[in-house]
């Protein structure tokens, strides 16, 4: 599975402005809105239920909010750059600037976790995210992403 499997280039956000982990993720779920056909409402709740079993601040200024949606098709994944990085209840008690939001149908079982697992992998490397962190442009955004999730020849 690859990141371009989760995420088109419409669901990259290059300056999002949040002041806290809550508007983040009502942004989040409203574009998540948009590019799923699913009720904004349905998605945040989603969201705040899981943020509820624990955070998803996973540290080094990241955080991979998720949840599992019985009426979406596929996996969807949306990607944002905060403009200024804030305090997401992180493992590490660091502020968040990163975000990879990952919604799943309730039958993706395996799919759902493979999925968590590839963006955590790609977002654990550090030139990766310095360079996501190094511009505020959608389509290099979406482009570095992209290329960083290329299989790489051994």
């Known amino acids: 599975m690859e990141i371009t499997d989760l995420l088109t280039a419409d669901a990259v956000v290059a300056n999002l402005r949040a002041t806290n982990k809550k508007q983040a993720l009502q942004d989040l779920s409203k574009r998540a809105a948009e590019l799923t056909g699913l009720h904004e409402r349905a998605i945040f709740d989603v969201l705040m239920e ?30 944002a750059r905060l403009e200024e990085a804030i ?4 493992i ?9 939001l990952l919604l799943a149908p309730e039958s993706a079982g395996a799919d759902h976790l493979k999925a968590l697992a590839r963006v955590s992998r790609l977002l654990r490397d550090k030139s990766v995210c310095e360079k996501l962190r190094g511009t505020d442009n959608g389509e290099a955004l979406y482009a570095l992403l992209a290329d960083s999730s290329a299989p790489r020849a051994a």
Do not use: C, M, W, Y
């Open 50 to 79: 899981r943020e509820r079993l624990g955070t998803t601040g996973v540290g080094n200024g990241i955080a991979i909010p998720h949840g599992k949606l019985g009426t979406l098709d596929k996996l969807h994944g949306l990607f």
């Open 87 to 90: 305090d997401f209840d992180s």
């Open 92 to 100: 590490d008690e660091q502020p968040v600037d990163l975000i990879f």
